[in-house]
Each structure stands twice: as C-alpha cells, then as structure tokens.
C-alpha cells in the first residue's frame, strides 16, 4: 500500500511533474548552513541561508527542486532568503527538537501549512504548544506571506511532529504529535493525529493513549515510515518506541519499547531505511548539554523484521560527540548531524551511504559532507516521510537493486521495475517523459547526457489502486583523458648500445599520478588484460622503435586506452667527454675519504635551463628510478647524467667525483700576549702548501698574514687556515682546514693599593691590583698564593709581590703594619732599650705623635716616628718597673691607645 501515497502528494498537492522529488531537495539548518540534493544523487553545500538554530528546523522547495521557503519555528525565510512578510512571531523553538514541519494543503499549490512545537527552556519562558500558520505563495510577487499565524492545536506538547500521506483517495496528510491526555497535566502518553485536508486543517485530533506510556524527558525526533505503516518515537532519558498505525483512521497501536544496550542509551535522532526494514537511532550518553569534552554519541541500527527487534541492534558508530539528528534524503541515503556540544557544531554531516544493508555493509562514512565553513548543530529539517516512499528500479550488476548507481561513460545501466500484467508504465528523465512502454529501461552506452534522475509512474489496471513511483539517480562519470604518448629511452647499455634495444621505465609514461595506468605489449594482451609485469626495467622487443598500449583507470573507476610509443637513442660513452667535479673529505679526522658534492649547484653550473637528473649506475639511468640531488655525500666515485627534453632522452654523461684529502692540524685554542711587552710570534703547523691568517674585525675576518709565522701585536679572535694545493684538469683545487683561536692579553700588575687592617692581635693585609692578567701574591717572594688577602701579619714593614701567571712579570709594593711592643728593657744591652710604636718612621706616618702616662695619668715623655723612642726616663731620671699608657695619633687621623710594661 505504501507506493499509493508519494502519488497523491505529487498528483494533487502541486500541478508540477507527477514524477517529481524536488520538495526535499533543500535543506536549511545549524548556523547558516544547508546542502542542496542534484538531479544525479550528488549534494553540494548552501551558503546563503539565514536560518540559525541549535535544533529545529524545516524546509521546503517546489517538485522541481525550487526553493519555497525554510524557517526555525520563529522566522520564515521565503525563497529569497528575506524574512517573508508577516514571517515572524511563529510559536516554535530553535531548542525544540523538532520546531517546525511544512505541509502543503492538498489541492492547492499555493497554500502551505508550518505547525510550530515549542519548548520551554527557563522559568519564564512560556510553552505555547502544538500551533499552525498559514503561507500564501502567491501573495508579495510570489515570495509568499503569512496570512495567519499560531493557530492553537495543543496547549501542551512535547517536541517532535511528523507527518505522512494518508491515501490517495482521501488526498489528506496525517501531522501526528506526542501530548497529554489531558489538555493541563499529565505526562506525555497521547498521540494526537490531525488531519489536513483540501478544506484544511482539523483541529479535532485522533487521539491514541497508551496508558503504560509516561514520557517526561520531550526531547527527542519523531518519524514516520516511509510507507506509513510504521511510526518511531525517540524519547532521551525517557525511552524509544515503535508503533504501528492504521493510515486510514490515524490511530496508533502495538506499543513496543527497543531497549537500547549501546554505552550510549539516550535515543535522539531517528530514521527508517528506504525499503523500511531497519530503524536507525543516534542515541547519546546525556551529559551536559554545554559541557565541553565528555559527550558521547553511537549510531545504532535495528532490524525491524527481527523476531526479537532489540536483540537486533546494531552499533555501527560510537565516538566523542553530541547528540544528533538522522534524515533520510532523496538519494535513499541518511544524513546524521555532528556537534562537540549543545553550543558548538561542526562544519560536516555524516552519511549512511547504504541504509537498507544490514550492520557495517550501511557504510557509515563520518564527516563525508563538507558544508563549507558553516556549522551543523543538532537539527535537520523533516519533511512529509510519504516523499521518500518509492520503489528501488536502479538494477545492479548483481541482481540486487537501489535507488543510485555511479557508471562511467560508455558503460550501459538499467532501470528495472516488476512486470505487472496490465499496467502501464511511463518514464521520465528530469521530468521530461522518455518514449518508453516497457518496465524496463536499458541505456546500453551512456554518455554525460544521460546523468539525472530517472523517475517511473506504474499505473495499474485497477482504477481503484493507486499508481506505483519509483525513482533513481544516474551518475556518469567521464572516461579519463587517453592520448597518444612516447617514451625516448637512451641505449647505453654496456654490452650493445647500438642495437636499438634497452631498458624502459614505462611509468615515466606517466603524466598523471591520480590515476592507475596498466602497460601491454600488443592489443592482443590488452584485451586479454595481459598487462607486462615488470613495466620497470621492460626492454623492447622491437629495435629502435616500438608501439605499446597503456590502459588508465581514474580515481572513478573509469578507464581509456591509448598507445605508447617506444623510442630508442645509442648513446656511446666517449672518456675524453667526462666531466669532473672535486671536493674536499669533509672530515679528515675520520678513517674514510668522503665528501659532500653540491649537484644543484653543478647543474647549475654545467648545465642551465636543461631537464637533467643525477643517478648513480647506469641501470638507474636507464630506469630513471633512485635519483640524486642536491648535497650528495660519497667517497671518489663516478655518477651519471641523463638528459632530457619533453621526457626523451638526449645523452647521457658521466661524471667524475673526486675526493682530495683535507689538512688535519691542532693548534691552541688560546694564546696569551703581554700587552706591555713586544709583539708576539707565533708559528702554525708545518707540512702544509698553503698558510692564511684572518682577524674578526667588526665581525667579518680580515687576512693578516700567509706565511706560515705570524707577529701578534693585538688581542682579538683569529682564524688560522691550512691547506693542501692539487693541480686538476681544471686548474689548481685547493682543500683547507681552519682552526679559530683567541689572542687574550694579559700584563704586569698594577698596584692600585694596599689595604691594611693593623694595630690588633691578627693583623690583615689585601692587595688591590689592576690589569688584564692572572695574578698570584706574596709577602716573601718565595710562597705565592691566588688569594691576595693575607692574615696574621706581624707589625712592621713588608714587602708585596704580585706574579703573573702568563710571566708577564712581579710587581711589588713596600707597606706598613703598625703595631707596638709590649713590654721593654732600658738595661743598656742593646735589646728592646727603648719603646716605639713598630711600622711608622720618617717615611711612613711621619707626622704621628705618640704620648706616654705612667698610671697615674701624668704625661712621661712624647716621642716621634723619627726618634728611636722612648728610653724609660724622665727629666733624665730612670722611671721604676711598671705599667705605661700611652696614645699615638697617627698623620692618616686615627687615633689608638694601649698599654706596655717597663721591666728593669
């Protein structure tokens, strides 16, 4: 029954071509995103729709394919792309599943009906349920208007809506929703069926409760089968329902709940096969809707004429991604959305290219239809499910049939429906009819022309029954371009070149990489695919000049023949024509004499503007396979030169790399100069034919000498290059090895001062110096140390020394270290008879003044740095044994105290 009903829709719903699928071949959806379905199956993407939405959505074109209009529940967009008059306002939701679906108003083309199902998403936002409004395309130059607008059919709905053909004889649509029972609470358990007719819409539903159904989760696409006996439910968290329903008295029956044993068990998205055996669902694992990361989605299939339908199931995909919707289209094939969350889409659809095959043979193919940088979210516009009800008539070369077939030029198809006694059958290309009775079309040679959708009306002999419309997409690929093509090989083979017979590497025949290319001997092969088997390193039968066939294949499939035509050229290698080409071992510290040679820059050189490539034996030369470019690194060996014009060889030359030995030599990294002595001379290694000196200055190196000595007379960076001269056929070759190295200077120490901490029990002494060397210091001129302080230090007068290191020479300083005796002996033997402070005299701290007290505090004598001291008297008189004070005032101002003993 179900090939009456897509009749009825084309019959009387539009006065376009009865044949036509075109209401369903623009679809609008996401952010700014659509695709558009071709005459021959293939889709391409819509950039210019207005429509932004996370979920909902509909659209609609004429049976010709021309766009009507396309909206998200809440504006209408006509065929312009203009918001269409009085288009605003609708009472859908983009965040409700389905928001929108079209349906024309049976028996007159110019009136559409868009029923809106709302959702609430927050506290205040109200749900205005289940509502129609009204389009007259005839209004506004053909644009269209809404005439009237939120027409109440339910006060309370959840978010799905689908409708079907009821027959052709009533020439009415079922537009079905889930509701409550009762018009204010309740769950979800009703389904209520309005009917829309050529009077217009009923709003007295038929209503079909299920009193063990409690649907609180509205979330969730609802479908009908193609051939309407069948409708699915996809309800999230709250379950997945199949029911049957009687198209003539719109009641549903036979609630059957599929329980989904994917991971991912919330059903979103849902679609029936075209042949309506199998029911697809796009369930996900119901994470939060803006989270990001986490989601998870699986693409399942049930077998609806299983004994057992959710033991059926099948889960052909499963990744990281939102929930989605499924859509089946005109081509027979199922589009699925694909979104990272509620928020954020992705610029792609996913396709089941063979939904009426059974597990992985559905061939779900993900991200295969690119939408050119718009974004897919969750939704795709539904369409009256009666559109996709036709027959497969596309015969395959298997027996089986399908509703497209790819072929390439010249191959023939055939369009196949059942031999019904009695009917009459009527074909149609692109809706224009084809002189053809038969239930069999048959195009023997097809060509470009004949790409397009081929539709069939079968009208059978019982008036009563309606006509039987089957539809298929023929796709005809080009043959891939075949010419007429050479190969010019040179004949340098080392036994015989001058026998016209070498080897070919028949794959530098060709020209287009894409494509697969077969070569045969004669036609003979061709036509028995005999191919040769070593097309690299196949050598002609034929001296000189020999005519094969080639066979190409493109990336289709299809395949062309041409011939390829074999030419041979001797080539004689004459010694005296050798080219030679020399570098230097590029590491003569190795055990192995090699070098790398610049081949780009050779061909530069040696042969400009010409088609040449470098190989290493002549059988790679022959081949044309394993060449060499570029730094080509080798010990002393000889390469070879194929040269072409247009891919004919023209000659072949031989080259010689030579390899010369390059210096070895050390040298010091580091030299020291004493800058205040002469200029330094230094020496390089001997053995060598040439000798340079460079200086950095300013960062380029400047030649200072080429003599094997040298006179440094700066400090500096220096580059010291040795080498080796050969004398070649092409002159002097010279091979060099350098060694950088860095004059530093270094000098006598200067003395800047001395700092002195005396006049304690552990006196210390630190020697500043200035200069550009490596210092040691000493108080002794024997025991030197790197540490320029010394501690401990006895009062008096010492001498300092400061070595370099590099034996630039000792500077010296005479110092003073104050300090005082604690006790004296005025006997007159000649040993301590007087008292002084130690460290001072006439040159050093010659101004000091030093006083002496006896306990008491009387002032016993005041001596000077110049005299010898004190002697123990006064007023000549000898002073007893005794304890003396005194305080000295030194000429650098300070000023210190103490106290000694006099003994007798």
Request: proline share 5%; net charge negative; aromatic share 12%.
């Amino acid at each position: 029954m179900s090939n009456k009903y897509i009749y009825l829709l084309l019959s009387f719903l539009f006065s376009f071509s009865v044949f036509s699928q075109g209401e369903t071949s623009n679809w609008y959806f996401g952010n700014g995103a659509g695709i558009k379905f071709n005459n021959d199956g293939t889709v391409v993407p819509l950039t210019d729709g207005r429509i932004s939405t996370f979920e909902g959505c509909a659209s609609i074109s004429d049976a010709v394919g021309n766009l009507l209009l396309y909206t998200d529940g809440i504006r209408v967009f006509d065929r312009n792309h203009n918001v269409m008059q009085n288009g605003t306002g609708l009472y859908g939701d983009p965040s409700s599943t389905q928001s929108a679906i079209i349906v024309q108003k049976p028996g007159d083309p110019n009136i559409l009906y868009i029923f809106t199902v709302d959702t609430s998403t927050a506290e205040n936002d109200p749900n205005f349920g289940l509502n129609y409004s009204v389009v007259d395309l005839s209004l506004n130059s053909g644009n269209g208007a809404v005439t009237q607008k939120n027409i109440n059919l339910l006060k309370f709905c959840s978010e799905k809506i689908s409708a079907v053909l009821k027959n052709c004889l009533d020439k009415s649509i079922w537009v079905v929703a889930l509701g409550l029972e009762n018009p204010n609470t309740g769950p979800f358990n009703t389904y209520h069926a309005f009917e829309v007719t050529s009077t217009g819409v009923n709003t007295t539903p038929v209503n079909s409760k299920f009193s063990n159904l409690e649907v609180l989760d509205p979330r969730g696409y609802l479908k009908f089968s193609p051939d309407a006996e069948t409708l699915a439910s996809a309800n999230s968290a709250s379950g997945l329902y199949l029911y049957d329903f009687d198209v003539n008295t719109g009641i549903l029956s036979n609630q059957n709940r599929i329980l989904v044993s994917a991971p991912n068990k919330f059903p979103y998205g849902i679609e029936f096969s075209p042949d309506q055996r199998f029911l697809y669902a796009h369930t996900s694992n119901n994470e939060p809707a803006g989270q990001v990361g986490g989601h998870s989605s699986s693409l399942v299939q049930y077998d609806l004429t299983a004994p057992n339908i959710s033991a059926s199931e099948e889960e052909i995909d499963r990744r990281p991604m939102y929930r989605g919707a499924l859509q089946l289209a005109q081509n027979g094939k199922i589009y699925r959305t694909i979104a990272e969350n509620y928020l954020i889409g992705t610029p792609y659809l996913g396709v089941i290219e063979n939904p009426n095959e059974k597990g992985n043979a559905a061939n779900y193919r993900h991200n295969a239809v690119a939408l050119n940088g718009r974004n897919a979210t969750q939704g795709l516009p539904p369409f009256i499910q009666s559109f996709f009800d036709r027959i497969e008539i596309v015969k395959n070369t298997d027996g089986s049939t399908g509703t497209s077939l790819t072929i390439c030029e010249g191959e023939p198809f055939t369009l196949e429906a059942e031999n019904i006694p009695g009917a009459v059958y009527a074909w149609e290309k692109d809706g224009n009819p084809i002189s053809n009775s038969s239930n069999t079309l048959t195009i023997n040679s097809a060509g470009a022309n004949d790409s397009g959708r081929y539709s069939l009306e079968i009208t059978l002999s019982d008036p009563g029954e309606c006509p039987i419309i089957g539809e298929g997409f023929i796709s005809v690929n080009p043959l891939p371009e075949a010419p007429s093509i050479f190969l010019t090989q040179c004949d340098v083979d080392t036994i015989n070149a001058t026998d016209g017979l070498t080897s070919f590497n028949l794959e530098q025949a060709i020209f287009n990489s894409a494509y697969i290319f077969s070569f045969y001997e004669s036609a003979a092969d061709l036509n028995s695919d005999n191919p040769i088997t070593n097309p690299i390193g196949y050598v002609n039968s034929t001296p000189f000049n020999q005519i094969i066939q080639y066979k190409i294949v493109d990336e289709n499939g299809c395949e062309n023949f041409g011939d390829l035509e074999l030419q041979v050229r001797s080539v004689v290698l004459n010694p005296n024509d050798e080219l030679f080409y020399y570098t230097c071992d590029d590491d003569p510290e190795d055990l192995f004499l090699e070098g790398i040679f610049d081949l780009n820059s050779f061909q530069e050189t040696n042969y400009p503007n010409q088609d040449i490539a470098f190989y290493t034996s002549l059988e790679d030369v022959s081949l044309e396979q394993n060449p060499i470019s570029g730094d080509y690194k080798t010990s002393s060996t000889s390469i070879f030169v194929r040269i072409e014009d247009t891919n004919e060889c023209e000659d072949i030359d031989v080259i010689n790399l030579v390899v010369n030995p390059t210096p070895s030599f050390t040298f010091d990294s580091e030299i020291i100069w004493c800058t205040d002595g002469p200029p330094l001379p230094i020496k390089a290694p001997g053995g060598f034919d040439l000798y340079r000196w460079y200086k950095n200055t300013g960062g380029f190196p400047q030649q200072v000498g080429n003599l094997q000595d040298l006179q440094i007379s700066s400090i500096g960076n220096y580059i010291l290059e040795v080498g080796y001269s050969y004398t070649t056929n092409d002159g002097i070759f010279e091979c060099f090895s350098e060694f950088g190295f860095e004059v530093l200077p270094s000098n006598i120490a200067v003395i800047e001062n001395t700092l002195v901490e005396d006049i304690s029990d552990d006196n210390l002494v630190e020697i500043i110096v200035s200069g550009d060397g490596d210092y040691e210091y000493s108080i002794d001129a024997v025991s030197y140390q790197d540490s320029p302080i010394f501690e401990n230090i006895l009062p008096g007068f010492i001498t300092v020394y400061v070595r370099d290191k590099n034996s630039c020479g000792v500077a010296k300083d005479l110092i003073s270290v104050i300090g005082y005796p604690k006790f004296f002996t005025p006997n007159g033997d000649g040993i301590n008879d007087s008292w002084q402070i130690i460290g001072i005299d006439d040159q050093f701290q010659a101004e000091s003044i030093i006083s002496i007290y006896n306990r008491f505090g009387m002032l016993m004598a005041q001596v000077t740095p110049r005299t010898e001291g004190w002697n123990g008297t006064f007023n000549n008189n000898e002073l007893p044994a005794s304890d003396y004070w005194f305080k000295v005032a030194l000429e650098d101002g300070r000023v210190f105290k103490g106290h000694f003993a006099l003994k007798r």
